[in-house]
């Protein structure tokens, strides 16, 4: 697993070629096994590969944070029902890593863009995916997973040039 997470980092350009069905089922399946709080299961995802819709998700956040989406043949959203669980940012948080990886495991590319508590025009992003994607309010969407084959590559991670003074034994 260390070798999934060392290779896995934020892939922004993508190929055009669409990512199958069966993938996008194993990539949902892969957050839906994600440990939450007081097993709530309060996280749920929304696949979309609509590629007009996809180029409007791109536009939800100021600036250029949400560009992934742009070349992205896939977008998921991972949002939690907030009603339902204290910690819903947090089981949907784990849900999403585990989406991250199961991407990179998959030969994929993937790179989250926050959707909550970010600025969109003059409202929120949130808002402006709620509206984009008729989004019922009783979920609070934490981001959306551009995901597709990448049309980049970047080095994995070196374990040797981890700044470890940020890992503590008490």
């Not at 949002?79 to 947090?90: L, N």
Request: some cysteine; charged content about 30%; overall charge neutral.
């Amino acid at each position: 697993m260390l070798e999934a997470m060392r290779r896995r980092r934020s892939i922004r350009k993508f190929e055009g070629r669409k990512v199958e069905d069966g993938d996008v089922t194993r990539l949902m399946d892969a957050g839906l096994v994600a440990p939450t709080g007081k097993n709530t299961l309060c996280t749920e995802f929304f696949a979309v590969t609509d590629k007009a819709k996809i180029e409007r998700l791109a536009q939800c956040r100021d600036g250029m944070a949400a560009s992934s989406l742009r070349t992205a043949p896939l977008a998921i959203l991972v949002a939690g029902r907030h009603k339902d669980s204290d910690v819903w940012r947090e089981d949907a948080s784990a849900a999403a890593a585990f989406v991250l990886l199961e991407a990179t495991e998959m030969g994929l590319g993937a790179c989250w863009v926050q959707v909550f508590q970010r600025p969109c025009g003059s409202g929120t992003s949130e808002e402006a995916v709620r509206r984009i994607l008729g989004i019922d309010p009783e979920f609070s969407i934490l981001c959306a997973i551009a995901v597709g084959y990448p049309a980049e590559e970047k080095e994995p991670r070196n374990l040797e040039t981890l700044d470890r003074s940020r890992a503590h034994r008490l």
